[in-house]
């Protein structure tokens, strides 16, 4: 009796947050690694996520710590496949036909996985760069990052994997920059590297612009999330949140619904639309935190 409640309270809350955002004439939209999952793609804070396994790398330790970079570049050799492979789920699915039919302005996303643009969305900023490429931090040398990784699979090669990636990981070679042999990165921001400031500039300016900010999948913990959100407010406009678990910004939110972002959104989609959704229902509760 409970379990049904429940469903039915969530169809109920989906389906409003679907009426509210039909009276928003210009949506902007803000993603984060809850988004994700249902690729494959682990999240961050929840028991299975990342952190649960990993310590974040600190660009500032990535410098300056050779064991870091060590671990870093082990973590790829173990499961840059898995972010390598990974499609679109049927939640950037949903934001993409949003788009296309004039009812997502812009989409702002925390993601690196670069998922929004293989779904087919356009106008997308990437508030903390993407990790299709790699550069060199000392002479600006860029790479496709499937170019650094073959050439750090085949210079690991002598390695038995998974590679050590919570110790001293001393077996790893790490890549260096083929033109002056600097150190390289992902064009991710690191902890405690500075999203560049133009960015930063135009997601503020996204989000004065919009008449509501719509949260998907995204804690919002990390200040550059949450700054769009407390922008949204501190100008009176309407805060929707749809997050499984909480978020930094739940009091301040308009409407905070908790569902599977794929068939929500994908309900959501289909009402903006007059689509038929990839699921007829709103969808049912999860378990499991994203």
């Known amino acids: 009796m409970v379990a049904e409640e429940n469903r ?4 109920r809350s989906v389906a409003s947050l679907a009426e509210a955002l039909a009276q928003v ?9 809850g988004i994700s999952t249902e690729s494959g793609i682990p999240d961050y804070r929840s028991p299975d996520g990342l952190w649960a396994r990993h310590t974040p790398v600190y660009y500032s330790d990535f410098v300056r710590n050779p064991a870091v970079r060590r671990r870093y570049w082990a973590r790829s050799l173990n499961g840059y496949g898995r972010f390598r492979d990974a499609m679109p789920n049927v939640g950037h699915h949903a934001l993409a036909a949003m788009e296309g039919h004039g009812r997502l ?6 993601n690196v996985d670069r998922l929004h643009t293989k779904a087919g969305s356009r106008k997308v900023l990437e508030l903390h ?15 496709p990052r499937l170019q650094t990784q073959a050439r750090l699979e085949w210079e690991n090669r002598h390695l038995r994997l998974p590679a050590d990636e919570v110790g001293e990981a001393e077996e790893v070679v790490v890549p260096l920059c083929p033109q002056c042999g600097g150190l390289v990165k992902p064009t991710v921001v690191f902890f405690g590297e500075n999203i560049p400031a133009e960015v930063t500039a135009q997601a503020l300016q996204l989000v004065g612009e919009a008449d509501a900010l719509l949260v998907v999948g995204s804690s919002l913990t990390v200040w550059s999330g949450y700054r769009l959100a407390r922008a949204v407010r501190e100008r009176g406009k309407p805060l929707y949140i ?4 909480p978020t930094r910004a739940d009091k301040e939110a308009t409407l905070k619904v908790e569902a599977p972002a794929g068939a929500a959104l994908s309900y959501i989609s289909g009402y903006l639309t007059g689509a038929a959704p990839a699921t007829s229902n709103p ?6 935190p994203q």
């Not at 302005?105 to 925390?110: A, C, K, N, P, V």
């Not at 749809?242 to 678990?245: C, F, I, R, S």
């Open 8 to 11: 039915d309270e969530q169809r």
């Open 129 to 143: 760069g993407e990790n299709s490429r790699v550069h060199c931090i000392q002479c600006g040398y860029t790479e």
């Open 25 to 33: 004439n210009s949506l902007v939209a803000l993603t984060g690694a």
């Open 242 to 245: 749809l997050n499984m678990g």
């Open 283 to 288: 969808p049912q509760p999860s378990h499991h």
């Open 105 to 110: 302005h812009y989409l702002i996303t925390q």
